[in-house]
């Protein structure tokens, strides 16, 4: 090692300090944060038409089942039940259930016993959902035009089936991972598609998902200002609580006043006027069909 004066000693010494930034700590303790980068950034789609004007909402119990019921358990339950709406899987290629009773005059004749609708559609699932059961799924670099096309799809049911221009229907996206924020973006998206193409159609847009994922990923995305966002929103949180206060996480000032479904508990078997179904509890406030 070679050798340094006192004097040389301390000149290199004063270097160093320079080179740490003049304290004499590192350069790491004095670097600028790095800016964190939103999980869900802001996207706008062209929304010329917007939602139909109608501005009638429903509050009240309400269930869904997979399979649309009899109508003679319809008009048990119309009687002797608490609840005065249902969800019906209108559409969508990947519902869980077959539906050989859901025909125009199926909900015509539940529509007379004075039954109100929550119409759903099961298509395309977030790219990192567990393909076990819905193997179908976004494709992010798709995601609005896969969105607009579902939308087509999800129209025309409700055409066939009777329900008029300002009806809502609902987009079922199961529950997802949070690790990815891009199956999050592509969630979003296919969404903000989904609400364009319903609008055009003359119809409300509405959204269904778990309030940890999907809910929580558009929740973000109202924040960021995407648009168009979907009418009214369904989230699943089953803490059996029969409000639609959004459960300590939807803030107040989304999707309120009136724009709000909470499906409060899953998979209960009920019997009213001597007829059992198995459904999912929920309560409205907000868009329904009649």
């Not at 559409?91 to 025909?103: D, E, I, M, Y």
């Not at 979907?230 to 699943?236: E, K, N």
Request: aromatic letters at 8%; one cysteine or more; charged letters at 20%.
């Amino acid at each position: 090692m070679r050798y340094l004066r006192p004097a040389a000693l301390l000149a290199a010494s004063l270097v160093l300090l320079l080179a740490a930034g003049g304290t004499g700590g590192s350069a790491e303790a004095t670097a600028p944060a790095a800016a964190a980068v939103p999980r869900i950034r802001a996207v706008t789609l062209p929304d010329r038409i917007g939602p139909p004007k109608v501005r009638d909402t429903w509050s009240g119990p309400a269930f869904d089942a997979c399979s649309a019921p009899a109508l003679d358990t319809l008009r048990a339950w119309r009687g002797a039940s608490p609840y005065g709406a249902l969800g019906i899987y209108v559409s969508g290629g990947q519902r869980g259930c077959a539906q050989p009773r859901l025909t125009a005059d199926w909900v015509r004749q539940a529509r007379a016993m004075g039954w109100r609708f929550l119409p759903v559609h099961v298509g395309l699932q977030a790219p990192c959902a567990d393909p076990t059961h819905k193997p179908k799924r976004i494709d992010p670099a798709n995601a609005a035009r896969q969105g607009r096309e579902e939308a087509d799809e999800a129209a025309h049911a409700l055409r066939s089936l009777g329900f008029g221009r300002g009806a809502p229907v609902y987009l079922d996206i199961e529950s997802y991972p949070m690790r990815d924020p891009a199956c999050g973006q592509a969630v979003v998206e296919f969404t903000l598609g989904w609400t364009e193409a319903l609008h055009a159609a003359g119809y409300r847009s509405g959204f269904y998902s778990s309030l940890d994922s999907g809910v929580a990923d558009l929740a973000a995305a109202a924040r960021a200002g995407s648009s168009p966002l979907p009418d009214a929103l369904w989230y699943a949180r089953w803490d059996d609580q029969a409000d639609t206060g959004g459960s300590g996480r939807l803030a107040p000032d989304l999707w309120a006043p009136h724009q709000r479904v909470h499906q409060y508990r899953g998979n209960v078997e009920e019997s009213y006027g001597g007829a059992a179904l198995t459904v999912d509890r929920d309560q409205v406030d907000g868009p329904t069909a009649d």
